[in-house]
């Protein structure tokens, strides 16, 4: 009698491709709930919870990274070099920081605490370009009415 052996087998299934290529599409670094509302446009079958499975198999197999935004959802980011990330106070739009890493600075802190600390990341928030030119008329037109 032959003896079968099961290998655990990843494969890469036709919703992960399209998971992933939704955020390599939308490159602005969206919610899990864009990235199923992108994919729910063409393909209505594919259901939240396969977009969602899919996205956390990604950020754990390495292929997409997770951005934790403090008080609001996180974001996913098809690049995977270490950087760093800026939060529009207005839209929640997300874009990357053009600033190296400072892969040393866990070092200039005096007391950890006891952590032994593995990784950081830094959110800058701030207004995008876009907002701030909403902005700009009104600030004209209160300027022009003194």
Not at 6 to 19: A, E, M, S, Y
């Given at each position: 009698m032959k003896s079968t052996t099961?290998?655990?087998?990843?494969?890469?299934?036709?919703?992960?491709?399209?998971?992933l290529e939704a955020v390599m599409t939308l490159r602005n670094h969206p919610t899990p709930e864009e990235v199923y509302e992108h994919i729910h446009k063409e393909h209505p079958t594919v259901s939240k919870g396969t977009v969602y499975r899919n996205l956390n198999f990604l950020v754990e197999s390495g292929q997409l990274s997770k951005i934790p935004i403090p008080g609001a959802a996180h974001r996913v980011d098809h690049t995977l070099a270490p950087h760093y990330h800026?939060?529009?106070?207005?839209?929640?739009?997300?874009y990357d920081v053009d600033m190296p890493y400072q892969a040393k600075l866990a070092g200039k802190i005096r007391d950890t605490g006891g952590f032994e600390i593995q990784?950081?990341?830094?959110?800058?928030?701030?207004?995008?370009?876009?907002?701030?030119?909403?902005?700009?008329?009104?600030?004209?037109?209160?300027?022009?009415q003194k």
């Open positions: 099961h290998k655990p087998v990843t494969r890469n299934t036709i919703q992960r491709d399209l998971v800026i939060v529009c106070k207005q839209c929640g739009r997300v990784e950081h990341e830094i959110v800058f928030w701030g207004i995008c370009p876009h907002c701030g030119k909403r902005q700009w008329p009104q600030t004209e037109t209160a300027a022009r």
